[in-house]
T-cell receptor, first 114, second 113 residues
Framework: AQKVTQAQTEISVVEKEDVTLDCVYE???????LFWYKQPPSGELVFLIR??????QNEISGRYSWNFQKSTSSFNFTITASQVVDSAVYFC???????????FGTGTRLTVIP | NAGVTQTPKFRILKIGQSMTLQCTQD?????MYWYRQDPGMGLKLIYY???????DKGEVPNGYNVSRSTTEDFPLRLELAAPSQTSVYFC????????????FGQGTRLTVV
């Protein structure tokens, strides 16, 4: 059965600090997809990244970076030099082969203090 | 670009009342979804559709119904509202299935009293 664990319920950091949000997943599939979504205070979910299980290359997009490690079933998200606008709830999600939907973790609420 | 539009944004229902949450998308996506988000929880799938005329149950379908008569619209019907249905409801769409990027509406905050 699929499972996504985001053990950090809430994190607070001071502006300009780096922060890493953890995501651990479980699946029996060899082909699957991992996602990160951001939910700002306005409420809508915004897509950040998608990774398939065959691509373990780390990715960097501006201040955001993602570390995918199949050996530890983790897909962690790091924000460098955090800003107040990064304050949001961040969800990690998993989609297995042939699945028609996403399976979400419980989210991590990040608060960046100015 | 409208994307996925949900109405209403907020609603208070009395126990036993019924209502329909509206969702429309203008991206010509085949796949559409309804999720609910309870406090401190991730989103859970209620129903989904892979195209007009085709719908299927998700993880938590009890108390809800859907229809998909057009590609654009995917309304969610609550019959006999119960306090357990107090939640934030999100409609989403994607070009293909769960392995593709999903686009979400802004959500509907529903309270059943």
């Amino acid at each position: 059965a699929q499972k996504v664990t985001q053990a950090q319920t809430e994190i607070s950091v001071v502006e300009k600090e780096d922060v890493t949000l953890d995501c651990v997943y479980e699946t029996r599939d060899t082909t699957y997809y991992l996602f990160w979504y951001k939910q700002p205070p306005s409420g809508e979910l915004v897509f950040l990244i998608r990774r398939n299980s065959f691509d373990e290359q780390n990715e960097i997009s501006g201040r955001y970076s993602w570390n995918f490690q199949k050996s530890t079933s983790s897909f962690n998200f790091t924000i460098t030099a955090s800003q107040v606008v990064d304050s949001a709830v961040y969800f990690c999600a998993l989609s297995e082969t042939g699945a028609n939907n996403l399976f979400f973790g419980t989210g991590t609420r990040l608060t960046v203090i100015p | 670009n409208a994307g996925v539009t949900q109405t209403p944004k907020f609603r208070i229902l009395k126990i036993g009342q019924s209502m329909t949450l509206q969702c429309t998308q203008d991206m010509n996506h085949n796949y559409m979804y309804w999720y609910r988000q309870d406090p401190g929880m991730g989103l859970k799938l209620i129903y989904y559709s892979v195209g007009a005329g085709i719908t299927d149950k998700g993880e938590v379908p009890n108390g809800y119904n859907v229809s998909r008569s057009t590609t654009e619209d995917f309304p969610l019907r609550l019959e006999l509202a119960a306090p357990s249905q107090t939640s934030v409801y999100f409609c989403a769409s994607s070009y293909k299935g769960g392995h593709t990027e999903a686009f979400f509406g802004q959500g509907t905050r529903l309270t059943v009293v």
